[in-house]
């Protein structure tokens, strides 16, 4: 008799369980103000959002006619993202999270925790929920706040699970859209930076990763 196959939960921790929208803002916007280039929320909505960060840096500069260059800039503010997820990382697994995940797992849901933050950092900050359901799961997307549809796949290969039993936890709407387009429901965790987003098409919106929100997930599942 195969094996049945289990049921997942992806988590974009950087973006759904912290405020990551709100710390990636503020890496670009010190690494373009320090360049003297004009930088604000619509400038983000605009060019960057749920895009790649390289080609929407590109076309931002070319539109403003500016002699820096946009690789470098993309590059700086990826690697200062890092660095702000590296030090907020920690104090984001917090009480309810760990709540949140343990109960998925303990209901044999696989939980796979994506984060761009380094894998060391990761590891020690989620060491007391790693386990047989719980895995780590480096991002390495080059999208702007959010992944494209295949590392939602691609998350789902390198973990076991099947696109279509798993639900990608996800903290804007172009994640929800990606999400949809790699064939996967959603729930969205909403924030004031992203809340003008479209995020038609998730299965639920909530505003925290807790107890309740497990349940609704477990639901969506239809896990008993």
């Not at 936890?169 to 924030?191: D, F, I, P």
């Amino acid at each position: 008799m195969a094996e049945e196959q289990k049921k997942g939960v992806i988590v974009e921790f950087d973006f759904a369980a912290m405020n990551g929208a709100e710390l990636l803002y503020k890496t670009a916007e010190t690494v373009l103000t320090e360049g003297e280039i004009p930088f604000d929320v619509r400038i983000e909505a605009q060019y960057l959002a749920g895009g790649n960060c390289l080609g929407g840096l590109t076309e931002y500069f070319e539109a403003i006619k500016t002699k820096k260059t946009a690789a470098k800039a993309a590059k700086d503010i990826a690697d200062g993202f890092r660095e702000a997820l590296n030090k907020a990382l920690p104090a984001a697994v917090s009480p309810a999270f760990k709540g949140f995940v343990k109960k998925l797992a303990d209901k044999g849901v696989k939980v796979v925790l994506a984060t761009r933050a380094d894998t060391a950092v990761a590891e020690a900050a989620f060491a007391d929920l790693l386990g047989d359901n719980v895995a780590l799961y480096q991002e390495t997307s080059s999208a702007y706040g959010s992944v494209k549809w295949d590392a939602w796949r691609r998350a789902c290969a390198m973990n076991n699970l099947r696109n279509f039993l798993t639900l990608a936890v996800t903290g804007s709407g172009h994640g929800v859209k990606s999400a949809l387009l790699a064939g996967m429901g959603s729930v969205a965790v909403v924030n004031d930076h992203v809340a003008y987003q479209d995020f038609g098409g998730a299965d639920e919106t909530v505003d925290a990763l807790d107890g309740a929100t497990a349940d609704l997930i477990l639901g969506i599942l239809r896990v008993n």
